[in-house]
């Protein structure tokens, strides 16, 4: 597809001048194709979703850093392979034959705190070696295409994303003046999974954050440890896998009561954001 083609279902502002981490032109800010609506999606308006589309990403810090992604990674998965699951011999859910996968290291201005970098295995230092980009336009177009090649509407799902994942990547978008479309939604597995395991007594019930971790859970349904932790892809990986086990319950906790991503918050703004002076 060349360059100036326009793509489908996009919902999205032209990212032509968005070259680096700098705020995009009011102008392009504002240049979403022509009919896309404008407004909150309300909570009862919020479209059953075809592809869930599960994302990681991997930061400089924690929230109150205002951290920059330096890895983010999703895989898009229909809604009918989670409806139909494949197995292995031991009755197992494993990952769907048919899925589409999107994985990117970028080198954020922001450095990493000593403690992201000792999770991740990231630092701005390997980044800049391996000559990455940071987040910036071509990033988003990437994104773009990677999501308008999905049968809409989308709900990205990610593990406590609600509280980071979710408003670090509205943070991120926002500054470069992109946005997502506007019948996408948001599931958060965290949420979720507590909410299910409170309502049906689930599993084994756990205090805290630390039963619920990919780690914890992954243990908990496949008694064993999930490889590549603390990488974008093998979070993902990890996560899906989650899902998979409570396909049934999960989709139906998304169907009612996935957020609209117009209600997601940016994590912080950046500090030319019109926003800021009123």
């Known amino acids: 597809m060349g360059a100036g083609s326009p793509l489908p279902r996009s ?3 032209r990212m032509d001048d968005c070259g680096s981490r700098s705020r995009c032109s009011p102008t392009l800010c504002s240049s979403l194709r022509p009919g896309y609506p404008r407004g909150n999606i309300t909570m009862s308006e919020t479209p059953r979703a075809e592809t869930f589309v599960f994302l990681d990403l991997e930061a400089t810090g924690l929230p109150s850093m205002d951290p920059e992604i330096a890895e ?3 895989f898009a998965v229909h809604r009918s392979s989670l409806e139909n699951l494949e197995r292995d011999e031991s009755g197992a859910p494993v990952l769907p034959r048919v899925l589409d996968k ?3 290291c970028m080198c954020p201005e922001r450095p990493f705190t000593a403690k992201a970098s000792e999770i991740t295995g990231l630092s701005s230092e390997g980044l800049a070696r391996c000559r990455k980009a940071g987040f910036d336009g071509a990033v988003v177009r990437m994104l773009q295409a990677f999501l308008s090649r999905q049968a809409g509407p989308i ?3 990610a593990h406590n994303g609600f509280d980071y994942d979710f408003p670090l990547l509205c943070a991120e978008l926002r500054r470069l003046g992109a946005r997502l479309p506007r019948d996408t939604v948001c599931l958060d597995t965290l949420l979720a999974l507590r909410g299910l395991d409170r309502a049906h007594s689930h599993g084994t019930r ?3 954050r ?4 990919l780690g914890s859970l992954f243990h908990r349904y496949f008694q064993a440890e999930p490889s590549a932790a603390h990488s ?5 990986h990890t996560l899906l896998l989650i899902f998979l086990h409570r396909a049934a319950e999960l989709l139906a906790w998304a169907d009612e009561q996935a957020r609209g991503w117009a209600h997601i918050e940016p994590m912080y703004l950046p500090p030319d954001d019109p926003s800021l002076e009123s």
């Open 11 to 13: 919902g999205w502002p």
């Open 72 to 74: 983010l990674s999703l």
């Open 102 to 104: 999107l994985t990117l």
């Open 155 to 157: 709900c990205l799902v």
């Open 206 to 208: 756990a205090r805290g």
């Open 210 to 213: 630390q039963g619920y971790s």
């Open 232 to 236: 974008a892809e093998g979070d993902v």
